[in-house]
């Protein structure tokens, strides 16, 4: 069984300085808020963690970095339905098994 967390973290990031989160999950799917409790997603372009909005049900990226004042549309303790939830899970598990097996005896064959 994958244990639930939920805590503070010092968070690093490409483009800017760390960042104090809340995280929240299991090494299978976490969630992230700022202290205020505002949704936040890593921007990959942006290299940095911005506000999230929902939008069907998954969280996109405002593109307005964490550290500045949240933007209309930022949610506060959003969560993605369960759907999306479920596919980032078995999404995440493929990848965990494909590293497990390059690992095993033999799988560079």
Not at 9 to 25: A, T, W
Request: charged residues 25%; glycine residues 10%; hydrophobic residues 30%.
């Amino acid at each position: 069984m994958v244990g639930v967390f939920e805590h503070k973290s010092l968070l690093g990031q490409l483009n800017g300085p760390d960042i104090e989160l809340v995280v929240s999950g299991t090494e299978l799917y976490a969630t992230y808020e700022t202290a205020e409790g505002y949704s936040v997603v890593y921007d990959d372009v942006l290299g940095l963690f911005c506000y999230a909005s929902l939008k069907h049900g998954q969280f996109e990226t405002t593109r307005i970095p964490a550290s500045s004042p949240p933007p209309e549309g930022a949610v506060l303790h959003g969560r993605e339905t369960d759907d999306v939830r479920s596919n980032k899970i078995k999404e995440r598990m493929e990848k965990l098994d494909q590293g497990s097996a390059s690992t095993k005896p033999g799988a560079n064959r």
